[in-house]
């Protein structure tokens, strides 16, 4: 049996079930790069401080860099009965320089060791996702700049609304990834901070250089409070949060693309990268990507509820409890970067239909608030307007034809400030570029959207 490094204490041992049902290191072994790097950080502060010699230094260096070695080359497997990452590479370092290696923890506990490599850890993350959010953005940009003209229908309630351009629609999406980075980059100034040399709870009784250790670590600031630093999660809460939004904007984007490579639809067509067959139904090309990531949305929404969960009763200051708070981070983490890389290249090789978009666009009476909209310039209440154009659509109904297929006699049996002009006006087209307001759908406005969005990227 291996010798715990903490046994001093106890007179037996764990029972072996407990012991191996409790360690972490099965998925915390993940952090080993965050762990050995704040150990060098450490050591050379210790070293620093008069507290290791030159020599400790040096041992525990070159030891760590060949155990971070030994680790990437598949040299080293790990043992549950070493618990977790921390211990894990100690008892490693200790077995291979001796003396030196037990005199690393000094000045620190595995509760700020822990804080500290999540944090590293996230960093890397957040700055990844960000670069993915804006390769995504990349792609809708210039997908939105090739069908400023494309006319489609803009829905609510999934019925046929107001004629838009499908630039327009993507550029609603790039609204969204904009904003999911904001949130991961406002997320990542919290999750930038030092928690190393806090200790267990209370701090330490050595003359540390926690700034030093901040500078060597990457870190904007120390977290000023000891128990404050080694209990706190809302980092990566946040972190989460921001990942379950982000997700949350790619299954609509998800469900919107699945809808249209429908048949009934055939707004878009996946390529066959991104697609699968049936085993009974030859004919099938399934949109199984998109459908894959509006499920895996779900993980994440659950890693976000099992963490908040988890520390919804905690009392300070660190308890094992917070052990949980890994494999919700990892998961989400590589769920969201996952989800995000195959998202960006079914995208970038989707086929759009722009036909079946403009065909669409002269269906469900989508002219009806331009109808109304020409009668209120012509000086009559809008809410008149609105019932003028509503009783003209019902007659439409009973017809089986649109407005535009009206005559303007029939037109102006509903009201005589109906003109010739009426049929210009509420073509799809002029309908989408009559609007002239900040951010609307009208090409020049959309042209616009998309400059401001490449500048700000």
Same mark, same amino acid.
């Given at each position: 049996?291996?010798?715990?490094? #903490? ?33 060098? %950080? ?15 230094? +040096? ?31 100690? &008892?490693?370092?200790?077995? +291979? ?27 890397d ?15 809708l ?7 400023t003209?494309?006319? $489609? ?9 107001? !004629?838009?351009?499908?630039? /327009?629609h ?71 949060? &921001?990942? &379950?939004?982000? $997700?949350?904007?790619?299954?609509? =984007? ?5 809808? #249209? ?5 055939? /707004? ?10 049936s ?7 399934? !949109?199984?990507?998109a ?23 905690? !009392?300070? %200051? ?11 981070? =990892?998961d ?13 290249? $079914?995208?970038?090789t ?17 002219? &009806? ?41 029939e ?9 010739g ?31 401001? %969005?490449r500048?700000?990227?």
């Amino acid at each position: 049996m291996a010798k715990k490094l #903490w046994d001093g204490r106890f007179s037996g041992e764990t029972n072996i079930f407990a012991d191996e049902w409790a360690a972490s290191i099965a998925f915390d072994k993940r952090l080993y790069r965050e762990d050995i790097r704040g150990s060098i %950080a450490h050591a050379r502060m210790l070293a620093a401080r008069g507290i290791l010699s030159a020599e400790e230094l +040096r041992l525990i260096e070159s030891g760590l860099l060949e155990i971070r070695r030994g680790i990437e080359n598949g040299e080293i497997d790990f043992d549950f009965r070493t618990e977790d990452i921390h211990m894990s590479i100690e &008892a490693l370092l200790t077995g +291979r320089i001796g003396d030196a290696g037990k005199r690393l923890h000094t000045a620190r506990s595995r509760n700020d060791q822990i804080a500290t490599d999540i944090r590293l850890f996230l960093k890397d993350e957040i700055l990844r996702d960000a670069g993915l959010l804006s390769g995504l953005r990349s792609v809708l940009l210039s997908l939105a700049e090739q069908h400023t003209e494309t006319v $489609m229908p803009g829905y609510t309630h999934l019925q046929h609304a107001q !004629p838009v351009s499908f630039a /327009f629609h993507l550029l609603a999406y790039v609204s969204m990834f904009s904003r999911d980075a904001e949130r991961l980059m406002d997320c990542y100034k919290r999750t930038d901070a030092l928690p190393l040399g806090s200790g267990a709870l209370a701090g330490t009784s050595y003359d540390t250089d926690r700034p030093l250790l901040a500078e060597e670590l990457g870190f904007a600031r120390v977290i000023p409070n000891a128990m404050d630093a080694v209990s706190d999660r809302d980092f990566l809460l946040e972190y989460l949060a &921001a990942a &379950a939004i982000c $997700m949350m904007h790619l299954s609509r =984007f998800c469900e919107e693309l699945i809808l #249209w490579s429908s048949s009934e639809f055939a /707004f878009v067509e996946m390529d066959d990268a991104f697609s699968t067959g049936s085993s009974i139904m030859p004919q099938k090309k399934n !949109p199984d990507m998109a459908e894959l990531i509006r499920g895996k949305t779900g993980r994440v929404y659950g890693d976000l509820t099992a963490l908040l969960t988890v520390m919804k009763g905690l !009392p300070l %200051a660190y308890n094992k409890d917070m052990q949980e708070d890994k494999e919700p981070l =990892f998961d989400a983490a590589d769920t969201l970067a996952g989800c995000l890389t195959v998202f960006t290249e $079914m995208l970038r090789t989707m086929k759009v239909n722009a036909a079946a978009l403009s065909s669409a666009a002269d269906k469900g009476f989508m002219n &009806a608030t331009d109808a109304a909209d020409y009668l209120a310039k012509k000086g009559l209440p809008f809410r008149e307007c609105h019932e003028i154009i509503g009783k003209i659509v019902l007659y439409c109904i009973d017809k089986g034809v649109s407005i535009e297929d009206l005559s303007l006699d029939e037109l102006q049996g509903f009201s005589d400030k109906f003109e010739g002009d009426i049929y210009e006006k509420i073509t799809p087209l002029a309908c989408m570029n009559a609007k002239v307001s900040e951010g609307s759908t009208a090409e020049a406005s959309v042209r616009a959207q998309i400059e401001k %969005a490449r500048t700000e990227d």
